[in-house]
């Protein structure tokens, strides 16, 4: 079955990059996501990237895909406060009429100190 | 702005009581979610809907049920809300058309039952 893993807590100082690493356990994954959760609010759609590529750029944001290793990292450079979130690592797989099933992680907490 | 709203924002209620949660969209979006957010156990499915005529149950459906009344309203109903449904709600969209199908979420619904 589909299992996405990340690690619970991450802590930086501002102006240093940040890298959230998130793995995945199954292969036919189609698309994976980052998402940003601020206190009080919802999921906000960060950046996506198809599973055929292997490095997606937005600006401050890098996120690299290692399919062999089912590896998925998020880099977010020049880390500044405003960055202090959870993020939420997803993958998007076939799954039966029609739907493609969306299984997400449990988040991890970064900490920009300033 | 195209926006995905849920009401109430925040409820408290006591076991054994009807309670629904709603949904509204104005992003034009064909497909509607709704899912469960508990500490360090990511998010859940609980139902989705691809269209108004087409409602499917998700990982978690037991204890629910949904109404999709147009294209852009899907609501949440617990028709005898039990302490361990407290959780954060969220409403979510996706458009069948959109390349990667990215979910796009509401704001949350946070649920107390006592």
């Known amino acids: 079955g589909e299992d996405v893993e990340q690690s619970l807590f991450l802590s930086v100082r501002e102006g240093d990059s940040s890298v959230i690493n998130c793995t995945y356990t199954?292969?036919?994954?189609?698309?994976l996501y980052w998402y940003k959760q601020e206190p009080g609010a919802g999921l906000q759609l960060l950046t996506y990237?198809?599973?055929?590529?292997d490095m997606k750029q937005d600006q401050r944001l890098t996120v690299l895909l290692n399919k062999k290793d089912k590896h998925l990292s998020l880099r977010i450079a020049d880390t500044q406060t405003g960055d202090s979130a959870i993020y939420f690592c997803?993958?998007?797989?076939?799954?039966?009429?029609?739907?493609?099933?969306?299984?997400f992680g449990t988040g991890t907490k970064l900490q920009v100190i300033p | 702005d195209a926006d995905v709203t849920q009401t109430p924002r925040n409820r408290i209620t006591k076991t054994g009581k009807r309670i629904m949660l709603e949904c509204s969209q104005t992003?034009?979006?064909?497909?509607m979610y709704w899912y469960r957010q508990d500490p360090g156990l990511g998010l859940q499915l609980i139902y989705y809907?691809?269209?108004?005529?087409?409602?499917n149950k998700g990982e978690i459906s037991d204890g629910y049920s949904v109404s999709r009344q147009a294209q852009a309203k899907f609501s949440l109903s617990l028709e005898s809300a039990i302490p361990n449904q407290t959780a954060l709600y969220f409403c979510?969209?996706?458009?069948?058309?959109?390349?990667?199908?990215?979910?796009?979420f509401g704001p949350g619904t946070r649920l107390t039952v006592l």
């Open positions: 979510a969209t996706s458009d069948r058309g959109l390349a990667g199908g990215p979910l796009f």
């Open positions: 199954d292969s036919s994954s189609t698309y």
């Open positions: 990237i198809f599973s055929n590529m």
């Open positions: 997803a993958e998007r797989t076939p799954g039966s009429g029609g739907y493609q099933k969306v299984t």
């Open positions: 992003k034009g979006h064909d497909r």
């Open positions: 809907s691809f269209d108004v005529k087409d409602i």
